[in-house]
């Protein structure tokens, strides 16, 4: 029988137990070039507002705002609330002419004697805009602030930061980034297929896949080479899964036909499911066959796309990272994330880069 790589459209995802954000800043709304961010506390006035077209900007992450700074040590305050009952995640994205640490704190007010617990810090180089990012496992207190503290190494001056994120980190939660296909095949066809699930809680769960469908038979999930139905997911980690499905045989031309699949956990506290839909082609109809595939996935920094036409990458924020033609064969070299290659015919893939 045919075989065909198609990628899971993901329906709707759904997890009681959904990581929410509590603080999100890009800076992008209200701002004036050059004054201090709107809403935050700084009062040497060392971080200002920058906006991508005037002389001394960088390029920003997404949109045109960032902050930046240009004072050896700098410091700047928001209000934000921290529950000592509840676990964080802490992100943003940084750029630097040299080398800045940047300090995340949590506080009792709006000054740097104020300021109680580290919640992490990252050391921001020169290059290319870059995402940090850590898990809180711990609040220390309750706290209603939040503060940013940046210091240069010699010979840095410039910091450019953007889309700061805080988010709630709950006990059950898992999700699966949506890829859109539309698929044409035979009757009697087998489809082969890959997925990848990540644990957005902070506790370890044990996933059970069940499918549920009119149209396709002998459907069958692999979880690190073996053939199984349940595979255990550590706090982020990503589990990549791959099956096979058959398509009935005797199925006219034109007909839509569909597999779902349920993702559950032992407390049933929170689910996912996918839905795959697939056209029966008519005789002498070719089926759509991927015009440019990537590998290896997850790679550890370099990943080549194989294959003609146009191809972008998008990261997991879905701004573009790249735009190209790829003719025969082009190996690329990114920084560590989620990203989704997009292929001229609409269809989508994701991959993982890992350190």
Request: proline fraction near 2%.
């Amino acid at each position: 029988m045919k075989k065909i790589v198609f990628i899971i459209l993901l329906l709707s995802v759904a997890a009681i137990s959904q990581a929410s954000s509590i603080f999100s800043e890009s800076f992008e709304y209200a701002n004036h070039d050059g004054e201090t961010p709107l809403g935050w506390v700084c009062n040497d006035n060392s971080w200002l507002c920058g906006y991508m077209e005037k002389d001394h900007n960088r390029i920003a992450h997404t949109g045109d705002w960032y902050a930046y700074t240009d004072t050896d040590d700098s410091w700047m305050f928001m209000a934000s609330y921290f529950n000592d009952q509840l676990k964080y995640r802490c992100s943003f994205w940084g750029i630097s002419d040299g080398s800045y640490e940047v300090e995340f704190w949590a506080g009792s007010s709006a000054t740097q004697e104020g300021m109680r617990q580290l919640l992490f810090s990252a050391t921001v180089d020169s290059g290319s805009y870059d995402i940090f990012s850590e898990y809180i496992e711990t609040i220390t207190g309750n706290y209603d602030y939040f503060g940013i503290h940046a210091v240069a190494a010699p010979g840095a001056y410039h910091l450019s930061i953007d889309d700061i994120s805080i988010e709630m980190i709950e006990k059950y939660a898992f999700h699966s980034n949506p890829a859109q296909n539309d698929t044409l095949m035979h009757a009697g066809a087998q489809a082969s297929f890959t997925l990848q699930i990540m644990n957005d809680g902070y506790e370890s769960l044990h996933v059970t896949m069940t499918p549920y469908t009119e149209y396709f038979t002998d459907i069958h999930f692999y979880v690190g080479g073996e053939q199984t139905n349940t595979f255990n997911i550590v706090q982020d980690e990503v589990v990549t899964i791959g099956g096979v499905a058959t398509l009935q045989p005797g199925l006219e031309p034109g007909t839509l036909c569909w597999f779902d699949v349920m993702f559950t956990i032992d407390c049933g506290c929170a689910t996912a499911m996918f839905t795959y839909w697939a056209t029966v082609a008519a005789d002498g109809i070719e089926e759509n066959y991927v015009t440019t595939h990537i590998y290896p996935n997850p790679s550890k920094g370099s990943i080549t796309v194989e294959g003609n036409g146009m191809i972008v990458i998008y990261n997991s924020l879905g701004q573009e990272v790249l735009n190209t033609y790829i003719v025969d064969k082009e190996t690329f070299t990114l920084k560590k994330g989620i990203y989704f290659l997009r292929r001229e015919d609409g269809t989508t893939q994701k991959f993982i880069v890992e350190f």
